[in-house]
């Protein structure tokens, strides 16, 4: 019998959702400007954060 391999690295549908809430607060309560979008790594979601465009230069 072949074991199927979870990709994911969350165990439920409900730690996902537990862990984007956390996060989402977090990002929402963060004082640095910043630009959020989500993209797709290996059919997952990821949410990088652009810091670069918004940071004043010298």
């Known amino acids: 019998m072949k074991r199927r391999v979870n990709a994911s690295i969350y165990r439920r549908t409900a730690g996902r959702a ?3 809430r956390w ?3 977090q ?3 963060w004082p640095v400007a ?5 993209i ?3 059919g ?3 949410h990088p954060q652009h ?8």
Do not use: F, K
């Open 18 to 20: 537990a862990i984007a």
């Open 44 to 46: 997952e979601p990821a």
């Open 34 to 38: 910043h630009q959020r979008r989500t």
């Open 51 to 58: 810091l670069a465009e918004l940071v004043e230069r010298s």
């Open 27 to 29: 990002l929402d309560s």
């Open 40 to 42: 797709s790594i290996h």
């Open 23 to 25: 996060c989402t607060v």
